[in-house]
Structures are given as structure tokens and as C-alpha cells.
């Protein structure tokens, strides 16, 4: 069945081609195609245009019902060919978009199952992925280990509570990647700069997403890790680019 949804997530994954892509339904359903084989890079465009990222409006042939496993129950099975493009949000519908059915409490998200402000029990029955609204960015780290890069946002919500946790966000990470690893910029003076740009901004919206179950070194349970799955601000600190801004 053909559905329209506003995508408000595209993040890397740990394979290097694959990404995950959220969106929202004109009902308010938060929805995330999948397909055999992970969802790839090259389906995010068409005609070597990009179709798929933040704003833009997308209809997708969803096949059958997924095998949802809580929390991560937004999942549906779709057909990567059959993606259709109808243009983009205005800004003002894209806020409208990230505002609705927002929070503005990090834990209100997972429904009180959230451990150690950091991550949730598979199976818990509560959502995987949400916006918060009227977030403050404290800090960014971006630092080098063993030769890559790691993305990291600290912010707190609107009850003062502080969270901090990896960006997966890939039109952030690669800004990132470009201005540090291609132009040579010091990580500690983008981290600043982009921090100001952000606290600058009216208006901030994050997206929080759980990880797939993983097992922590030195531990033996899996856990669902939150991660920062999209940055948003108003005024736009992209300026209204996307990640293919940033890949050359």
C-alpha cells in the first residue's frame, strides 16, 4: 500500500552504506521502512537526485507487516523501487511537523523505561523514536579515535535534566567529516563554532532514537542505546543544506 511520510530521520548505520529512515504519516504515525538487506544510500536517490532526507515529503509501497519487536515498533517492511518523491515542506510545516505530538521531558519519550538516562530494555513496551522540543545544547564533542570520528551531543531538557549521547544524525556527521577529515579543520574549533550556531537558534528540536539491541562490552544483556537521530534549530544552522552538501 502506497503511503506518504515526511522524513524527519536519516542516520548512518555502522555499515557504511546502510541507513535508517524515519518519517511521519499525514495521521501523525511515526513509520520506518526497512528492507531485505538493510536500506542503502543509493535509495535515497533518484535520477541522482537526492529524494530521501529531512523535509521531504515521500511515498513508499509498505508490503507486509514487519516483524516488530518493541520497542522499535515504528518498523515496516517497504519496497525500495517504489519510492516516490512529492517535493518538500516549507519551513513552517516542517516545524508544525516536528512540534506535533513532540515532548519536552527525554524520559516521557520511552514511557519510564528509560535506564540510567542512557538506554532502554528491549522488548519494553514503548516507542523507539520521538522528538524533543525546547532542548539547550550544552556542549558538542567531536574527537578522533582509532581514526574515526566520534559525534557527540550533551543538552538538557526542559526540566533541567542533562542527557549526552552519540549523533548518528548523517547530515551532521558529515559536515563533520568533510571540515575535519577532507579540509583539515580542528575538531575543538568546529564543535565550538557549531555549538554557538546552535545556541543562537530560536528554536531547537531533537529527534531521540533507540539503537538496535547490543551487547555492551563487559556486560551480558543487550540494551538499547538513545542516540541524537536529527538536530533541527530555527533558524536552520544547515542553512538548509542536506548531507550531499557535504560529500564532496
Not at 69 to 81: A, G, L, M, Q, Y
Not at 102 to 130: C, E, H, M
Request: charged fraction near 25%; aromatic fraction near 10%.
Amino acid at each position: 500500500m502506497q503511503q506518504k511520510i515526511v522524513i524527519t530521520d536519516l542516520t548512518q548505520m555502522p555499515e557504511g552504506n546502510e541507513v535508517c529512515v524515519v518519517g511521519i504519516s499525514e495521521t501523525g504515525e511515526c513509520i520506518r521502512p526497512i528492507c531485505a538487506g538493510g536500506f542503502q544510500k543509493k535509495y535515497l536517490y533518484a535520477k541522482n537526485t537526492v529524494v530521501i532526507r529531512p523535509k521531504a515529503r515521500v511515498g513508499f509501497d509498505f508490503v507486509a507487516a514487519a516483524d516488530i519487536k518493541p520497542p522499535h515498533i515504528e518498523d515496516r517492511v517497504s519496497k525500495p523501487n517504489s519510492i516516490i518523491s512529492y517535493g518538500f515542506c516549507n519551513d513552517v510545516e516542517w516545524e508544525q511537523i516536528l512540534k506535533n505530538g513532540s515532548y519536552n521531558r527525554a524520559g516521557d519519550i520511552f514511557d519510564g523505561f528509560l535506564q540510567d538516562r542512557k538506554w532502554v530494555k528491549p522488548g519494553a513496551k514503548t516507542r523507539s523514536i520521538a522528538t524533543l522540543s525546547k532542548a539547550t545544547v550544552i556542549n558538542i564533542s567531536l574527537r578522533e579515535e582509532d581514526g574515526k570520528l566520534k559525534y557527540r551531543l550533551s543538552f538538557k531538557d526542559e526540566a533541567g535534566n542533562v542527557f549526552d549521547y552519540a549523533v548518528s544524525d548523517l547530515t551532521f556527521r558529515e559536515l563533520c567529516f568533510k571540515r575535519i577529515k577532507k579540509e583539515g579543520y580542528p575538531p575543538l574549533t568546529l564543535s565550538d563554532e557549531l555549538k554557538k550556531s546552535l545556541k543562537r537558534a530560536d528554536r531547537i528540536y531533537l529527534r531521540l532514537g533507540l539503537a538496535r539491541p547490543w551487547v555492551q562490552p563487559g556486560l551480558t544483556e543487550p540494551r538499547c542505546y538513545v542516540q541524537v537521530t536529527g538536530i533541527y534549530s530555527f533558524p536552520d544552522y544547515l542553512q538548509g543544506r542536506t548531507f550531499t552538501d557535504f560529500l564532496s
